[in-house]
């Protein structure tokens, strides 16, 4: 009898998915016969535990409730000597496990460090519009300050290699996880690739709180900034206070010229400058650290190998 040493291992996080687990285990089971399945229950209250061991994978049980991000790290930390690639879906029946083999061969054959799945390539079905909205707005935010374009910073669909694990340990715990991943990769200059998937209508109520979760991945889209790309964010704040206080500063002159010299204008025109100044030029050297810190890191993994 010949063993399989299953080199993919798929997290399936499950929160109160009776409704869907099961078709979901069984789709990606059969779309991926020779893959490792991991569904890790987070504390559910109905039987999606029960219905998952009833399909003979691997079932982790949280005590509660700790979040989708947290269980998606539990389920890749699980015995991992023989893992070499990573893929996660929701179990919810929204994204398609049969694509699953696409991305994995994309990101073995074609050595990209992270392959995900696009809702926004393409057909979305089931998604609301509040939630296009949103997420048409993050891609746009990660798009802007990373330089490189993307579709959908969100996803819940990709395959990865499991180098990358580490770099993700300090992601939250929560929704936020998979935006926060995405903006980390494209920041530390990783290869990174969408393919179009169908997305379909959720089975069950979404978790999903589009003002709490909206929030939370635009901090965590900005704070990735600021810890990557420190000047980018920075400029944020600075550019804005540095631009209003030459333009008050015309407007000064012009009433100086005019007669009407206001010296509490010039003062504010003064310090809008002197604050924007500060701000970019620390932004610039917060940025140079960065650049400083990922040299020694290449140099240390070149070590390594």
Not at 103 to 122: A, H, N, P, Q, W
Not at 123 to 128: A, D, L, R, S, V
Not at 201 to 207: H, I, L, T
Request: glycine share 8%; hydrophobic share 45%.
């Amino acid at each position: 009898m010949k063993i399989v040493i299953p080199e993919l291992r798929i997290v399936i996080p499950a929160y109160n998915e009776e409704s869907s687990v099961g078709d979901v285990i069984d789709r990606t089971k059969k779309a991926c016969r020779d893959a490792e399945i991991i569904v890790v229950d987070d504390g559910s209250t109905d039987n999606t535990a029960a219905i998952a061991r009833q399909r003979k994978v691997k079932v982790i049980s949280n005590q509660s409730n700790y979040g989708y991000g947290r269980a998606l790290k539990i389920g890749f930390n699980y015995k991992t000597e023989y893992i070499k690639y990573f893929a996660f879906l929701d179990a919810d029946n929204t994204y398609p496990p049969e694509k699953i083999p696409e991305l994995y061969t994309i990101c073995k054959e074609k050595e990209i460090d992270i392959v995900v799945g696009s809702r926004f390539l393409g057909e979305n079905k089931g998604m609301p519009v509040i939630r296009k909205i949103g997420n048409w707005f993050f891609a746009l935010i990660v798009s802007l300050y990373t330089g490189k374009t993307i579709t959908d910073a969100g996803s819940g669909m990709r395959v990865f290699k499991a180098l990358l694990l580490p770099e993700f340990m300090d992601l939250p715990d929560g929704l936020s996880f998979t935006p926060g991943m995405t903006a980390m990769v494209l920041h530390t200059g990783r290869n990174y690739q969408e393919i179009p998937i169908e997305y379909h209508e959720r089975a069950g109520e979404s978790k999903l709180s589009a003002l709490k979760d909206g929030y939370r991945f635009f901090t965590v889209i900005l704070t990735t900034v600021k810890n990557h790309r420190p000047i980018a964010f920075f400029g944020t704040i600075g550019i804005p206070f540095f631009v209003g206080g030459v333009l008050l500063g015309f407007y000064s002159v012009g009433r100086w010229l005019t007669g009407s010299l206001s010296i509490p204008l010039l003062l504010l025109t003064s310090l809008l400058i002197m604050i924007g100044t500060f701000i970019l030029m620390f932004g610039l050297i917060a940025d140079m650290i960065v650049d400083l810190r990922r040299v020694v890191e290449r140099m240390e993994r070149k070590r390594a190998e």
